[in-house]
């Protein structure tokens, strides 16, 4: 890692444009990605962009751009995409395997911004064609970590977490030194639930739960928030980022999302990272690392803020983080059952046909009934045959609570 840091450091102080693949363009990873390599453009080189079922987002971007390659996920769209794109000398291809092709292309830095297990294929093909990976996709590491982090040592990949709690560990974590960690703690907005009731939580529906205070997100990862799931599965990715023991991981609610995560020391020292509750600030960091870049982002106003809060999570509201810890307590297939049965789960409330409450109460059923015979996956066939099982699983519950 020292000689990519060194050379990769000289090269961007140099100019010469790193080159760049978004997976997942078309979301709020990617469109934040997009955002700050616009305003530097001439720093950066686009290779490819990738996007699920956007496609209107999708030829906007890429006209608007110009990649080398615009990949659409869904095969049915490839025609409408290739029409939206006549005439730019832009490459065009549709389908799963394409996004997978598309990872592979040689760009230097990848932003891994798919949501969901969909992601996991595109992002181990980069990781293992040894490409920086900017990891925004939390079901790597959740459903594979293990496997996925293999992966990462044989390549000698350079891993950059995204996500604002790790890469906050990641920036004031000396990895060196992690016999002298204490806590690593993760910080928690709390949601947009965090001081209601047990009955008013019944009674969410999809839009109140999708109304964070603090970030502007996609769907699944707004519901993850509100539920504190979001905080569970980060659990699980520090875990595995961060080896320092389940037991020294923490978690604390920050309402005001100033403070992105710390880390405590044996010598009773704690350092934080602090910052606007802006996406683009870790992702600046991990696009121009081992650098930094300008952004637009608010710079903070400790005075005019004022104050700072915390406050223990509530276990009885917010169950979602103990079924995560005791999914990293019992390892193997779990953490893969548990984010599978939460993303059946989440679509369903979303689409009204379960209340707030069933979503982690599904994740329990699911988990209750598999993880004692789940075993442990050895390869990337076994974690979706265990994902797809407990898809299926999760769905037959979700009939039923929906009756």
């Known amino acids: 890692m020292k000689h990519l840091e060194r050379d990769g450091a000289e090269a961007f102080r140099a100019g010469r444009p790193r080159s760049v693949t978004v997976l997942g363009s078309t979301g709020s990873i990617g469109c934040s990605t997009l955002d700050l390599i616009e305003r530097e453009r001439d720093r950066f080189e686009l290779i490819a962009l990738t996007a699920h079922k956007n496609v209107d987002a999708l030829i906007e971007q890429a006209r608007r751009l110009k990649p080398q390659l615009a990949v659409i996920a869904d095969a049915l769209l490839y025609d409408e995409l290739k029409a939206g794109l006549e005439g730019t000398g832009i490459e065009v291809a549709a ?88 806590k690593i703690i993760l910080t928690a907005s709390g949601g947009p639930f965090r001081t209601w009731s047990l009955a008013e939580m019944a009674k969410a529906t999809p839009e109140q ?37 389940e037991e020294r991981l923490d978690i604390v609610i920050h309402p005001e999302s100033i403070i992105h995560s710390m880390v405590g020391y044996v010598d009773g020292s704690v350092l934080a990272q602090l910052g606007s509750p802006d996406m683009r600030t870790p992702i600046s960091y991990a696009l121009a690392w081992p650098d930094r870049m300008a952004t637009p982002c608010e710079r903070l106003n400790l005075a005019e803020i004022g104050r700072l809060t915390f406050e223990a999570p509530d276990p009885v509201r917010f169950p979602a983080i103990s079924l995560a810890r005791a999914a990293v307590k019992a390892g193997g297939a779990v953490p ?23 979503i982690a109460g599904t994740v329990e059923s699911v988990l209750s009934a598999m993880a004692p015979d789940s075993g442990q996956p050895d390869n990337l066939e076994h974690i979706y045959e265990i994902d797809g099982l407990a898809r299926i699983r999760a769905e037959e519950l979700v009939q039923l609570v929906g009756r």
């Open 95 to 182: 389908g799963r395997d394409a996004v997978v092709e598309a990872a592979l292309r040689p760009a230097e830095w990848v932003m891994a911004g798919i949501v969901g297990a969909a992601g996991l294929a595109p992002t181990l093909a980069a990781v293992r064609r040894g490409a920086c990976v900017a990891l925004a996709n939390k079901e790597c590491l959740v459903s594979a970590g293990p496997l996925f982090l293999a992966e990462v040592a044989r390549s000698g990949t350079v891993l950059l977490p995204v996500d604002s709690e790790h890469n906050a560990i990641f920036q004031v974590l000396d990895q060196t030194r992690l016999h002298a960690v204490d």
């Open 209 to 245: 739960a999708v109304a964070h205070p603090r970030w502007s997100m996609g769907a699944k990862i707004s519901v993850d928030s509100a539920t504190l799931m979001n905080k569970g599965l980060e659990l699980i990715e520090a875990h595995y980022l961060f080896p320092v023991g």
């Open 336 to 358: 893969t059952i548990l984010n599978a049965a939460n993303e059946v789960a989440v679509a369903a409330f979303l689409d009204r046909r379960i209340g707030f409450l069933d």
